[in-house]
């Protein structure tokens, strides 16, 4: 298993155990054990390829009226 994320599933948790621990367990008592513990599959939403966190971080500075930050302008 890489450090660094990835994906995982659980065979790969299958081979872990087994290497680690020296305990077989089949596909489905990994997930019935994982559950019992407490965790659940969580995954992320996938990123594009060509996506760029510049473009979404300048995105995220434009202004709109929903915006709780927008001063209210008062006439005198």
């Not at 060509?50 to 006439?75: A, H, L, M, W």
């Amino acid at each position: 298993m890489k450090e660094s994320g990835g994906r995982l599933n659980a065979q790969m948790l299958v081979n872990y155990i087994a290497q680690k621990f020296k305990l077989n367990y089949c596909v489905s008592n990994v997930y019935r054990l994982f559950h019992q513990l407490g965790f659940s599959w969580i995954t992320s939403r996938s990123r594009h390829p060509k996506q760029s966190i510049e473009i979404q971080e300048n995105f995220k500075k434009i202004r709109n009226g929903n915006d709780t930050y927008d001063p209210v302008e008062c006439k005198p």
